[in-house]
């Protein structure tokens, strides 16, 4: 079974919080499928069971179709509230069930969310730039990130998936999206990454944190030859 027919099936015998999700999986792939190309590495690292947490540099808006099109498995994502305050971007991305995070303030409800989420087995995705970064001012070239991530991964017992997206900002023109255009972007996961246990609690979430910048900045070296050939 391929995946749209997986999705399809899946769309009707899911649990209704995800249905929307399975649902536009089925309209979204046969677009993608025809205007883009993707290009997938490492997703047999996004093919594990059990709950993980998908840390992603964040270029475009597109990153999120993209992260759908390139995981198999629902991903819950995390949005900030000025996002999920815009008039019907916030209703939409509710759909999905996306956790609403405050970043003005040590948002313990959503922290809770998402490690109970985690902790049930499910993928969620975080983006620690904190907002769509353009890749010259990002993580891969010395850019700042939030921490966070790596107290949520020792809460809830999980790796971490280092995730990069690249060229998904392509998307944003008309002519990505001719039939058969081929716009391609890329998706790229790396090795989980584990807190270690033989180092203090903060010190571990600290280190975990410096691992996955190495990680993504590693994956976006590996991938340069494929983006100019």
Not at 190 to 205: I, M, N
């Amino acid at each position: 079974m391929n995946s749209w027919t997986g999705d399809l099936k899946a769309m009707f015998t899911a649990p209704v919080r995800d249905k929307f999700n399975y649902f536009m999986r089925v309209v979204c792939r046969p677009i993608y499928a025809v205007t883009h190309r993707r290009i997938l590495h490492g997703q047999q690292h996004a093919m594990r069971e059990g709950g993980y947490l998908v840390v992603a540099n964040h270029t475009s808006p597109f990153d999120i179709p993209g992260l759908m099109y390139g995981v198999p498995r629902i991903i819950d994502f995390v949005s900030i509230v000025e996002v999920m305050g815009v008039p019907g971007v916030g209703a939409f991305y509710k759909l999905f069930n996306t956790i609403t995070l405050d970043r003005g303030k040590v948002d313990a409800a959503a922290v809770r969310t998402i490690v109970s989420r985690l902790q049930a087995g499910r993928v969620v995705c975080m983006f620690p730039e904190g907002k769509i970064t353009p890749e010259e001012d990002s993580v891969l070239h010395g850019g700042e990130f939030r921490s966070g991530f790596g107290r949520i991964a020792r809460l809830a017992d999980v790796p971490v998936i280092p995730t990069l997206i690249l060229d998904t900002a392509k998307s944003s023109g008309v002519m990505a999206w001719l039939p058969f255009s081929r716009t391609r972007f890329y998706v790229a996961f790396g090795e989980p990454l584990f807190v270690r246990e033989d180092l203090e609690t903060r010190a571990a979430q600290k280190e975990l944190e410096e691992r996955w910048r190495e990680a993504v900045v590693e994956l976006a070296r590996r991938l340069d030859e494929h983006r100019h050939d």
